[in-house]
């Protein structure tokens, strides 16, 4: 299903009220894994990284105290109202679409679930390996949602039903904002076209019960795109529905499918 509102801006708006929860949701869900995936020989003292699209910020302060005094950061955004400079921190707006690299030679790049947005990812994607410095790491991490998400449990089948219907409903909102749904599938392919080495991609996924910080997500996203679900079809009874569904622990489902690509630029 699809809201049929092609517009290729970013979906989701940082300054709206659910996006502080949006954030912290995806920040402790994903931070323990991308900081396994960043961890040394990605991550070294004194390295010079670039956070792209880095939202909540919550990597670029990690990446900040694991590089040390002698590293530096600058976390960028295209609305980088949640993010604040601190010691080797810095922040700046940033529009990794249209704007060119803050600078030619980091040691780390990292930009999670922010390509996946983007309709020209491939072309952005080639201007991150050309920002790298020799030997620098590029690490992308995005969400593959191709496939339903299984649910595991569920009180009626009605209800695992009206679940698959919003989330139907959801990826056709992204698709309409120029979000490519299997993009994460390709990374790894495109890093090896940009020239990069030692490639490497882990996914990761894992059941999330009803009421879990996991499950909020789906919760805060299908605020965040209300009015486009509305305008999908969708009733403001069946999202009250699915809001309570995502809150019961009666019910358990799949979480989005975590695929996280790591590679170098010849040194
Ligand atoms: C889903 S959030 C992910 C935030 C963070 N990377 C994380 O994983 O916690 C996507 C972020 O990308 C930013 N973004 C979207 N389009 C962008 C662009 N063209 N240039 C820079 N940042 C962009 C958004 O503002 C948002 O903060």
Known sequence: MTSGTNDDTYTFDNGAPDAVAQMHALESFLDPITTRRLARPVLRPGAACWEVGAGGGSMAR??????????????????PTH?????????????????????DAFDLIHARLVLLHLPDRRRVLRTLAGALAPGGWLVVEEFDCTGPLRVLTAPTDDAAKL????????????????????????????MALAGLTDLDTITH????????????????????????????????????AFRRLVR????????????????????
Do not use: C, K
């Not at 900040?64 to 950061?73: K, Y």
């Not at 010691?87 to 679409?97: K, S, T, W």
């Not at 919003?166 to 299997?182: F, Q, R, S």
């Not at 019960?209 to 919760?219: H, K, Q, R, V």
């Open 83 to 103: 993010l604040v400079a601190d010691g080797n921190l810095r922040v700046r707006r940033h529009d990794v679409r249209t704007e060119p690299p803050p600078a």
């Open 205 to 240: 996924s894992q059941s999330w019960a009803g009421g879990s910080t996991g499950t909020s997500l789906y919760e805060t996203n299908s605020r965040q795109l209300e009015p486009d679900l509305l305008a999908a079809g969708l009733s403001p009874n069946q999202l009250n």
């Open 62 to 79: 990690r990446i900040a105290r694991a590089v040390g005094d002698t590293g530096d950061v600058l976390a960028t955004d295209i609305d």
């Open 163 to 190: 679940f698959a219907q919003v989330m139907d409903a959801m990826m056709g909102v992204l698709e309409d904002h120029g979000a490519d749904l299997g993009w994460a599938q390709d990374v790894h392919t495109e």
């Open 248 to 267: 019961d622990p009666a019910f358990a489902v799949m979480s989005y499918h975590f695929v996280s690509t790591r590679g170098r630029l010849r040194g």
